[in-house]
């Protein structure tokens, strides 16, 4: 492994101390880019900064070039300033030199570290740190690995960004969209303009036999180029064809599916390869979750939403007839390989509700995804037919690396972050469960919904769920929540997943890239969607 490394994320996060101890641990050069700039400067960052911020910023843009040069060559281990990432296109220089790795801590553990140490004139207050870092965050989000440092000691740090690091050195770097942390369970997330080939399945060296598991629709058309591509998956493979549709993730499929393997002759050594949507996901997910105890298994996903959101992150689900998602576990896949060609039998109305989760993620994270995503309307609200344009591939690159940050930071859901993911769901569940809509569809209306509620209680702009309304209806999608918010539907608000006795976690939107869990009450999210007018 020879990647150069770029450390990015607030000030006071470690990025310097880990820096050099990660450096000592590969056997590599370090480079503090402060350090670098105070150097041919003359003068102390901390006083480049209060004497000019601007012309700092030349100055770090310039240094920062130079060392993206000499990382080409690998080797090299960068830590940069606090808001390195956030200015011009230094992010993208980064990302195209080596492994951008951010390193996350609470901002009450960036105060405890910064006392003391050097001066920093640009954390100010609690309230002023705390914009900045909202003002920062989407350019942390554009790393390839998120490393949370709070608790950690520093060698558990540099263990984590060493295991991301070697989990993603196969996949070639402009391919490279993101890498889940999870120390040893790390893997990377792949998003290519061309179709597969046989690094995919480097992911399952030494597999004693490889099943595929496919989605009908999708074997019609992709399974005899996809065993030519790959010949892993050749004559020696078991193909297994799962009916399309929401009813294949049941008890009576999953348990079919296990005797058709292992009838099949697979054994504890064996791996799956999961291609299709988000129903062949969960449903292989959870096969390879509970197989044997356990089988490694890649996901070749083919909708806008299993590339950018379902496939990625662990989680498996069966339906019961109490609900979606019920049974289930959380099972990390080895590699999640996303291959654009695969989206042109897409029909579009998929195409469409897969702008739907598009748009989800341009809200919640800003930092030009939500233009980026309004940028490609067109091939959204498109035929059948219309050709899959390449720039779709930076649209999936940077939503798919969204949800790779938040598992990294909260794999299991334990400290919020995950439930940042909800945003729009818990309308759009509501209301895909009542009137059957495709998911993607029913989580725009929630978009809108969500919009509506938040101004409703103080917490966003009044023209907001109009800007949203009139994108989503650029990408062909239904965006007047009030004609299906009908009695049922928001009585169904009353049994969503997130609620807590009278009250139910609700993603709200402050603005573009600015969003957040907070507690209300079933009741009065009823009445706000009863009044509101039209969008």
Known sequence: MTRSIFLIGFMAVGKTTVGRALADHLGWRFVDLDDVIAAAAGAPVAGLVAADEPDFRRRERAALAALCAQAAAGGLVVATGGGCAAHADNVEHMRAAGLVVALTAELAEVRRRAAGGPARPLLGDDA???????????????????????????????????AAAAASAAVPLPELAATVALGARSYPVRVSPALPDAGV?????????????????????WSAPLAAALPGLGPSAAWHVVAPGEASKSIASYQALCDALVAAGLDRGSALVAIGGGVVGDLAGFVAATLFRGVPVVHLPTTIVAMTDSAIGGKTGLDLAAGKNLVGAFWQPRLVSAHLPLLATLPAHERRAGFGELWKYGLLTGGGLWD?????????????????????????????ASKAWVVSVDEREQTGQRLLLNLGHTVGHAI???????HGEAVGLGLVAACVVSH??????????????ARLRTTGLAADPRAYLNEPALARLGVDK?????????????????????DVEVDELRRILRSHPAV
């Open 372 to 400: 980026l995503v309004a940028a490609h309307a067109g091939w959204a609200a498109g035929a059948d037919d219309a050709p899959v344009p390449t720039s779709l591939t930076e649209v999936i690159t940077r939503a798919a």
């Open 128 to 162: 002023g740190a705390a914009a900045l870092l909202a003002a920062r965050l989407p350019a942390y989000r554009r790393a390839h690995a998120t490393v949370p440092t709070d608790g950690a000691t520093v060698a558990e740090v540099v263990g984590a960004i060493a």
């Open 432 to 438: 895909e469960a009542e009137h059957g809509l495709a």
């Open 498 to 518: 997130k609620r807590a006795g009278s009250r139910v976690r609700f993603v709200a939107v402050h603005d573009v890239g600015r969003c957040a869990p907070i």
């Open 201 to 221: 399945l480097a992911a399952l060296a030494g597999a004693s036999r490889i099943a595929v598991v496919i989605d009908g629709n999708v074997a019609a058309r």
């Open 456 to 469: 409703a209680l103080g917490l966003a702009p009044a023209d907001l769920a109009g800007e949203v309304a």
